[in-house]
């Protein structure tokens, strides 16, 4: 079975101190990178967690589905795939059709199929999501002039009701996301001005958009969790610690390893108890969104504790485009070739 597999061709990273085991994977990463990918101007001076997430990409699809089957596509001659073991070189759109891994170019998803990513980045309107949120939603824009729901109206009736800051996410992936505050006396009028504040010039394109915006209370987050889901099965899991890649896993599929504030980076700690409780409420999760969406079968589901130690979903991700942390992609590709050879096109 083919699959069409798509590497960014970061420059090589110098390794980093790091434990003997991970120093030795980094090595074998960059010799089996070398083998596969051009060389860059930048090598030997890339950014060490871009790279590693790649290089480790590119290992669990050699792997698992075995030289032969991998047709690479490099970020930078993204016109031709080229087989991996027999150095044989096609035109990509002619394989369109084939499955793929890797990280996807294209963050609107137009240009390609992806109904994955598309189906995942509609998280917030599925009932699954929004009953375990564990805040206030609502989806909104401004200078609507009455035709749909309107940001300051919204923002208004909660500071009204107590809430004192306020969490504002683009619906259109990676444009947008940032806490403010509500000050006392926030009124309907507030919500343009504010979105100038924050975004300047970039307001412009937004104005009078309906649902541009996912207006969210503010909670806390604590020991945010992010796990990979094939099949509507979780594959493996990680704690969301940004300077971690999967040459830090401590071994297990579901790594327990988790931070305490992701933003604040406080200092990493085993917590298998708060790693079980919230793979539970996950698979839980993912259970009900399989029902509700029977389309939406591979995604990553990112998780947290919220202010009284309850579970709660954070947001979905497109499965081939979210960062790694810890986890163990080989159990994603594993699950992904499995569900190929079961699945008759
Ligand atoms: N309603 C909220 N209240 C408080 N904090 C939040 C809220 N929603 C998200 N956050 C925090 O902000 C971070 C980013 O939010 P989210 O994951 O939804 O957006 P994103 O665009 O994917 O950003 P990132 O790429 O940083 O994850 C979360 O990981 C979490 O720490
Ligand atoms: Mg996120």
Known sequence: MPWLVSIVNRPIAAPRAASPTARVRFDQLVALWTRHVPATAGDGAGDYEDFVEQAV?????????GADNVWLVVSTEPGIAVNAGTGESRAAAELQHWPRYGTQPSRRHEDIDM???????????????????GRRLSVCGFGLEGQGAELGDVLAGWAAGGARRAFLKSVQIKQ???????????????GSRLMYDALD??????????????????????YEYRLFVVGNTVATAAGCVEEFTPLDNNGYPFDNQLRRHRQ??????????IARALTNFSRNAVDALALEVPALTDYVIDVALGPTGKPLIVELNSLLNAGLYASQPARVTKAMATLERETVR
């Open 57 to 65: 990409r590119l290992e669990a699809a050699l792997n698992t589905f």
């Open 264 to 273: 604040a980076k406080s200092p990493v700690e085993a917590e298998p108890a």
């Open 176 to 190: 947008f996301a940032f806490p403010m505050d509500l000050p006392a006396g926030f009124g309907p009028g507030d």
């Open 115 to 133: 109904q994955q990513a598309r189906l995942a980045a509609d998280y917030y309107r599925y009932e699954a999501f929004v009953s375990r949120a």
């Open 201 to 222: 010039y970039g307001a412009m394109y937004m104005e009078g958009v309906r649902e541009s915006i996912i207006a969210q209370e503010f909670v806390t987050m604590e």
